[in-house]
């Protein structure tokens, strides 16, 4: 393995841990979305919960729990499909709305404060060169038909 390769996967450690522990801080900042639900509640726009679980790559039993924790929490609620009564649609509640808000906005100015001393360009090239990281790290796991699996 190259030496930067290896070095990257040091970074990409590390990174994972930044992220564990920003998730543990917003949990306690921010606990009205439970830990492990916003990128869930972010997808919800009147979709079901099979296209939820397609659109994040998640084992539909899996986005089955979250949805369940999420209405029981009033942030997401059911209705009946108009297309096919057989299913329900998901929306976000005024509290989901609310809840996903002020989330994004803490994690907004925990980033801001993170990155106060990188310049605009700066900014800009981490997150091109992490989209185009994050896509190619998906072709690269292309064999795996969920993100569960590559766990």
Not at 45 to 56: I, K, V, Y
């Amino acid at each position: 393995m190259h030496t930067a390769t290896r070095e990257l996967g040091t970074r990409l450690q590390e990174l994972l841990t930044g992220v564990r522990l920003l998730k543990q801080r917003r949990s306690h900042h921010q606990p009205a979305v439970p830990p492990g639900l916003v990128g869930l509640l972010r997808q919800i726009d009147g979709c079901q919960a099979r296209d939820l679980a397609e659109r994040s790559r998640l084992d539909p039993s899996t986005v089955s729990r979250a949805v369940a924790t999420l209405v029981a929490d009033g942030l997401v609620e059911r209705t009946a499909d108009p297309d096919d009564r057989r299913a329900s649609r998901l929306t976000l509640t005024e509290a989901g709305r609310t809840a996903l808000a002020d989330t994004e906005d803490w994690y907004g100015r925990v980033l801001a404060g993170a990155l106060a001393d990188w310049t605009p360009d700066e900014v800009t090239a981490f997150s091109v060169a992490l989209g185009r990281f994050t896509r190619d790290l998906e072709v690269a796991l292309a064999h795996h038909d969920n993100l569960e699996d590559a766990r």
